[in-house]
């Protein structure tokens, strides 16, 4: 047996976002937001459900800190509903929106948990998305104008902030695929949404500076390792371009100031671009303090000619599945993180999300073994001990999710909580990988089998 010994300081988190745990859809003034329009359009969520009562968390949020505390964990990533806050997007603010951020960061901080705030966790207010969402570029300052009142009234309290979540997803998920809210299925528009979600995390970043508050800020992407299918040239270009268009679209222009000229080629005679002036890009890339890094799967690359626009299709690398289909793969992983350490040195990554969804089920004894989770969080966690043993900076690492809780188009029937979530009681359950979890905290670190 051998003992993995994390950093002294490495902050061990859990994550979950409003949309997804808070329910209380009309309460204390909150406004609609896009997503309280999408899942309540028959067919957009695939077990016919909505968000509007979830965990319950927004009464039961006393009950779940004390889990956390029982946990250890030492860091809380969760996202403000934008419209608690400006219930129409913009103008008039409700304060009994910001009151429960107070509430909730007060009694985080008393029980000794880091609060980690992220701004937009794709939850746009509908007001918003009425005056054509994040495609109209004026949303990005309003973006900026509910960042400056959320820093005001909790930049004391909050010292880690990310702006946005996962920026690829909402553009593309939400805007060409139409999977996601709010449901739209046009290429350039995505593109345009991308810049405009850029735009404002620069805008957001730019004020906190200029507030002269003293926490850490940066933003969460999803990242994707993408291997050629093969060793032939087309599928080596396309893994380039799968790359490219996930991964370096959002990395570049934060840490390089540029979006990749290999994309930007191959999008100019297939898709209309988005205007982007050169202050845009400055903005953008003013500097943050880290990377947010999700990841979830690695993808395997293959040329297509019937794919538009990008010429690629994918299938998931690992031998083994979660429940919700995706690939497992550790060692990609630990590649991604390498390449990262490598491609954008210096940068600080905090792997804001991580983990996996199963088949979780309350036992006879009432207790819910998630073996298969544990073995994941196992293998990543591991992954993360090497990358770091090797040199990549990395700060924590935050498990998605917390809880149970409404995984958007896939609605309650994916459960990726260390944490069981009966949903008709809302009694929650400590799963075996929370239990596992919470001696990896308690040890700061674990023993793996030579
Ligand atoms: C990510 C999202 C998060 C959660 C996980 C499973 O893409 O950021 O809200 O749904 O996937």
């Not at 570029?137 to 973006?143: I, L, M, P, S």
């Not at 090797?390 to 409404?406: R, T």
């Amino acid at each position: 047996m051998k003992k993995l010994i994390f950093p002294k300081d490495f902050l061990w988190g859990a994550a979950t976002a409003s949309y997804q745990i808070e329910g209380a859809w009309r309460e204390d003034g909150r406004g609609e937001s896009i997503w309280d329009r999408f899942s309540h359009i028959p067919g957009k969520i695939n077990d016919g459900s909505n968000g509007d009562i979830a965990c319950d968390h927004y009464h039961l949020y006393p009950q779940d800190i004390q889990l956390m505390k029982y946990l250890g964990i030492k860091a809380y990533r969760f996202s403000i509903a934008w419209p608690r806050i400006f219930p129409e997007g913009r103008g008039r603010y409700n304060p009994k929106g910001i009151e429960f951020y107070k509430k909730l960061t007060d009694m985080l901080i008393q029980n000794n948990i880091k609060p980690v705030a992220t701004l937009f966790h794709w939850d746009l207010p509908q007001k918003l998305q009425d005056i054509g969402g994040w495609a109209n570029r004026e949303v990005a300052d309003y973006f900026e104008e509910y960042a400056g009142y959320v820093f005001r009234e909790l930049g004391d309290r909050v010292p880690i902030w990310i702006t946005l979540n996962e920026p690829s997803v909402y553009s593309f998920v939400g805007h060409s695929e139409g999977r996601h809210a709010p449901g739209i299925a046009d290429y350039s528009t995505a593109l345009l949404v991308a810049h405009n979600l850029l735009l404002g995390h620069g805008k957001a970043v730019r004020l906190y500076r200029e507030m002269g508050l003293k926490g850490e800020i940066g933003l969460s992407l999803n990242m994707t390792p993408m291997y050629p299918a093969s060793e032939n040239e087309a599928d080596r270009a396309a893994a380039l371009r799968a790359d490219g268009s996930w991964n370096r679209w959002f990395c570049d222009p934060v840490f390089k100031g540029e979006y990749p000229r290999d994309i930007l080629e191959w999008y100019s005679s297939r898709v209309t671009l988005p205007e982007i002036a050169e202050e845009d890009l400055e903005l953008i890339s003013v500097p943050v303090d880290f990377l947010g890094l999700n990841n979830y799967f690695a993808s395997r690359i293959r040329h297509d000619e019937t794919k538009w626009p990008l010429n690629t299709s994918d299938s998931f690398i690992g031998e083994y599945r979660t429940a919700i289909g995706w690939g497992i793969n550790p060692d990609c992983f630990y590649d991604l993180l390498k390449r990262l350490g490598r491609d954008y040195p210096g940068v600080k990554i905090y792997i804001t999300e991580n983990g996996c969804a199963c088949n979780d089920q309350i036992n006879r004894d009432g207790e819910v073994l998630d073996d298969n989770r544990v073995d994941y969080l196992f293998k990543h966690i591991r992954s993360v001990h090497l990358a770091l043993q090797e040199g990549v900076n990395i700060g924590g690492y935050f498990v998605w999710s917390l809880l149970d809780n409404f995984e958007w188009a896939e609605g309650y029937s994916k459960r990726f909580g260390i944490v069981y979530v009966d949903y008709p009681t809302q009694r929650r359950i400590i799963k075996k990988s929370g239990y596992w979890y919470k001696d990896v905290i308690g040890d700061n670190g674990f023993e793996v089998k030579e």
